[in-house]
């Protein structure tokens, strides 16, 4: 890990280092970049502990350790130390413990108490299986927490007794649930996460719930005798896969109640500072591929709840109160750039902080994150397009960065420039926004090569934030464009909605005046345009390649090829049918085909690669076999690349991330016209 923030920021100033040349990014940076996540400031507001992610070169890993900083910047310091992954530091209410995780001992993950007096730390488990969501009780001598609690699973299939010294193959593996394998995950064991509760004394957890279903994270009541959680106990959860509950759970009796009942999510359940209120987050499911979340309160008794941002048109998340019960603050995306906003209990929606995000090392998608102490300070994961996140505090009137964890390798790294565009859809003039990325050292007079890059979901957002894989691209002399087409989140639910049962579709209008948006300013070489995308954006750049031939060169990561195999083979079978199709595939076989890159494929004379993790669950890899035999059995050139061990997240561990850039970088250059 790179200890560089032990020194003052002020020797940076004192030494000439950035009068050194300068050079571009070299792959093997990613190596060195580091981000912040995870800020916890202090009840009273005088400290910020967060996570600081680092990565180890030679054994391929990502890593984290935990720091602490005064508000003012002041005594910024590790707590933790060593090549492990500490992390989830939640600090006690009076301030003076912290929980945090850590598999520094055995590589076994570990709930550990810390008192910040001493900085002594003790274990406080050592399960077999590590904590999930932990809080504190309100008295501080209890913790509760969620934990993957393992059930056996019978199989029909009885084997005869093989004879003594026989060596036969392992047993087959029987399944007869819908949801049997996950990303991420592999093949799902039997059981499900349970809440516990424990002592800070240690000792053993204690189990509260035993039902055959998961539960979420639980937060305390003010009095400490009941715990709040969201969960899905329909019978039919499997099918209904976005009908989820917010519930009480009785820490005497272990009974369970309900609090809400609607068909629709509802959960992240958060008490009042009087413990009169719940807030908590969800809609009434219209059974829309997208559908805004929306924040509520009622009483604890589930009695009088009431919408309070009907009228505010973006997802609400990470919802906290106020200390005088008056409002809430939250985050929430708009426009590609996430905020922290305050709202009333009347439904008066302030936008306080701006600036947050940095957590998507790869790509540039909007993620960030805050708390709020009592006394309204602000720490957050503070990111723009020339970093990753740092950490940002704020109070209600100014905030300041604090930390600047990629300094050392930016002195000596020349970063590309990125510009935000709007630009008309062909389609329909609706207002689409992107990001243009000039390579360093550009000169706007020249010609440059031209990728464009599409994000997944689709019901995600990029933003204006820092992206290891578009400066690669740049520095490789690449003019990168970003977009936000539509389908995209963070501009509202009309327009999240333009692609409900129609995706892929005029997303490519989209996306292709937005190339042309960016021609138009003169310096993009139009005899080299090339395309690549992941998730979604690899089936929107399948589909692109099979109706347009403009693109010298394309790469299509993890996608989605043939809707019908997809929606029968990936993790969440259920939702993909009902909310992304509405019709099961032989209930409507040709849409299903009409809106498949599958399709297109006769078309397709673009130079194409597949690229696709090994144990991808969610787009798998059978997607990519698919449509590279097709190109083949076309006779178009193509290529496909397995990453060994990933899942639908390729960058599970550095190298990969490294190899899917280099991968798409040797097929564009391969095909690229030198002059």
Known sequence: MKIKLLLPILLFVSIPLFSQNKSTLELTDIFDMEFVSDPQISPDGSKIIYVRNFKDIMTDKNLSNLWIVNYDGSQNRPLTTGNQNDDYPRWSHDGKKIIFKSNKSDDKMKLYLMWMDTKEIAPLTNTPKAPGAVSWSNDDRYLAFTMFVPEAEESIVKLPAKPEGAKWNTPPTYIDKLNYRGDGQGYIKGGHDQIFTLSIDGGTPKQLTTTTFDHGAPVWSKNDQTLYFSANFNPDEAFEPANSEVYTLNIATAEVSPLTTRYGPDGSPAVSPDGKMIAYTGNDDRLQGYQITELYVMNTDGSNSKLLSGNFDRDIANAQWSNDGKGLYFQYDTEGATKIGHITLDGKVTTLVEGLGGLSLGRPYNAGDFTVSKNSRFAYTLGNTQHPSDLGVADKKVSKRLTFVNDDLFSFRDLGKTEEI?????????????????????????KYPFILEIHGGPFTSYGSVYSAEIQAYAAAGYVVLYSNPRGSTSYGAEF??????????????????????VIEKGYVDTNNLFVTGGSGGGVLTAWIVGKTDRFKAAVVAKPVINWTSFVLYADGAAFFSKYWFGKKPWEDPENYFRRSPLSYVGNVTTPTMLLTGEEDYRTPIAESEQFYTALKLEGVETAMVRIPGAGHGIANRPSNLVAKIASVLAWFEKYKDVK
């Open 422 to 446: 709007w630009w008309k859809s062909s389609y329909d003039q609706k207002d689409i926004q992107g990001w243009v990325v000039t390579p360093p050292n550009f000169d706007p007079s020249k």
């Open 496 to 517: 999240g909605n333009l692609i409900h049962h129609d995706y892929p579709n005029h997303d490519y209008d989209d996306l292709m005046s937005g190339v042309d948006a």
